[in-house]
T-cell receptor, first 114, second 117 residues
Framework: AQKVTQAQTEISVVEKEDVTLDCVYE???????LFWYKQPPSGELVFLIRRNSFDEQNEISGRYSWNFQKSTSSFNFTITASQVVDSAVYFCALSSGSARQLTFGSGTQLTVLP | DTEVTQTPKHLVMGMTNKKSLKCEQHMGHRAMYWYKQKAKKPPELMFV???????INESVPSRFSPECPNSSLLNLHLHALQPEDSALYLC????????????????FGDGTRLSIL
């Protein structure tokens, strides 16, 4: 069975603070893919990043960065200098061979206060 | 703007009504999905179409009936819904079916907010 855990249900920060969203996953497969999605109040899930299990390089895209560590089964997401527009629910998700569908974490509600 | 278009954005219907949700994408994706999302919860997969054939039905009640007329369109026909069916219904598409270790990201529409009276 596979599982994604986002232990932080809600996080609130003040604008310009850095914030890290945690994601821990479980799978018995050696090949798998991890995703992050952002869901603003409008409802659409916006695809942010995909990472495969063989690539542990960290990735940076503007104010966003991702830290993938197989040793701890974690794929954490950091927003630097947060902005009010970053307020949304963020979902981590896993795709691996033993499951026919994408497995989502429970999501983290991020609120950035002005 | 999202590349997956869903209509209508909002729908209010009585329990005896029949209505349909529509989803359209023109990205050449061959897999399309319906999800149901309740407030403060992650999306729950309902159906998957792969190459216009139903690939996954997650034991969804028969009052929800999916249809994939062609590779760009996906419908969800609704009949005799219950109040607990009120939710955000999301459509998504991907180049190929995600899951089973596939790496294709799914692209989502804005969703239809459905309220059952």
């Amino acid at each position: 069975a596979q599982k994604v855990t986002q232990a932080q249900t809600e996080i609130s920060v003040v604008e310009k603070e850095d914030v890290t969203l945690d994601c821990v996953y479980e799978t018995r497969d050696t090949t798998y893919y991890l995703f992050w999605y952002k869901q603003p109040p409008s409802g659409e899930l916006v695809f942010l990043i995909r990472r495969n299990s063989f690539d542990e390089q960290n990735e940076i895209s503007g104010r966003y960065s991702w830290n993938f560590q197989k040793s701890t089964s974690s794929f954490n997401f950091t927003i630097t200098a947060s902005q009010v527009v970053d307020s949304a629910v963020y979902f981590c998700a896993l795709s691996s061979g033993s499951a026919r569908q994408l497995t989502f974490g429970s999501g983290t509600q991020l609120t950035v206060l002005p | 703007d999202t590349e997956v278009t869903q209509t209508p954005k909002h729908l209010v219907m009585g329990m005896t009504n029949k209505k349909s949700l529509k989803c359209e994408q023109h990205m050449g994706h061959r897999a399309m999905y319906w999800y149901k999302q309740k407030a403060k919860k992650p999306p729950e997969l309902m159906f998957v179409y792969s190459y216009e054939k139903l690939s996954i039905n997650e034991s969804v009640p028969s009052r929800f009936s999916p249809e994939c007329p062609n590779s760009s369109l996906l419908n969800l026909h609704l009949h005799a819904l219950q109040p607990e069916d009120s939710a955000l219904y999301l459509c998504a598409s991907s180049l190929k079916e995600t899951g089973g270790g596939a790496n294709q990201p799914q692209h989502f529409g804005d969703g239809t907010r459905l309220s059952i009276l």
